[in-house]
Each structure stands twice: as C-alpha cells, then as structure tokens.
C-alpha cells in the first residue's frame, strides 16, 4: 500500500512540515502530494492544469483536506470530487483546525468520510498521524476504481 499516494491539500507550509514529519515518525512511507490550494486539489485530481497528462487512474488512496483554503475552499472542493464519477469514491478526510459545527455538519452532508481537528501539540499530533495512517492506509479497504 505504500505505493499509493496521499494527496494533502494544506495552504499553510508549516502544517505541511508538520504532517509530513508525523507520518514520518510513523513510519508511513507513502508519497505525499501537496496542493496549496483548492485549485491545485482538482487540478490533480482530474488531470487538468498544472497536472495535465497526469495519468488520472493513479488516484491518491486519500485524500487529507483542509477547509480554509485559497482560491477554493475546502467544502468546494469536497463537493467536486464527490461530483465526479470517477472520483466521487475515494476516501476524503477532513484535516482542518476548524472547530465550527457548521464545517463538520457541511463536510458530511457532502460527503466526507472523516472529519478530524488537527491537535495544537505536536505529541497529539504525531499519535492522531498514527492511527489515521492505520486506518487510512492499513485497515480499511479501498473502493475499486471506477
């Protein structure tokens, strides 16, 4: 499974090196792509833009997405994918510091399969790494490709 990669759609560079580190100190050795803003997320996701005659079959095995992002919103770009036949199943995870009820009840109402706050401590947030790793990557079974 190490050979699928995350897609991580993070504005903030320093919650990039975070997340990456974390998984690291996880040992999870899978590819991490990064888009900085909505717009890059479904760049990649449908092959257009600067990812243009990327092989759209190779899509991540989840998808971690922030919710205050440039450009396009987090829920927009939930929406989109979830849009999209061929893109409409695979796992999003909601990974914002967004504590607002109507960002987790508008993330499930569009699908999400997740919702999680990021923790403020570093420790907290290696350990949340953890177990999202395991589930994510380990435990639950992916849907075929569409």
Known sequence: MKDKAILLVEDNPDDVELTKMAFEKNNIANK??????????????FGTGMYAGRDVKDMPVVVLLDLKLPKIDGLEVLKRIRQNET?????????????????????????????????VEFDQFVE?????GLYWLVWNEPPPLV
């Open 87 to 119: 893109t409409k199943l695979i796992p999003v995870v909601i990974l914002t510091s967004s504590a607002e009820q109507q960002d987790v009840i508008k993330g499930y109402s569009l699908g999400a399969n997740s919702y999680i706050r990021k923790p």
């Open 32 to 45: 991490v792509i990064v888009a900085n803003d909505g717009v890059e997320a479904l760049d990649y996701m």
């Open 128 to 132: 949340s790494m953890k177990y999202l």
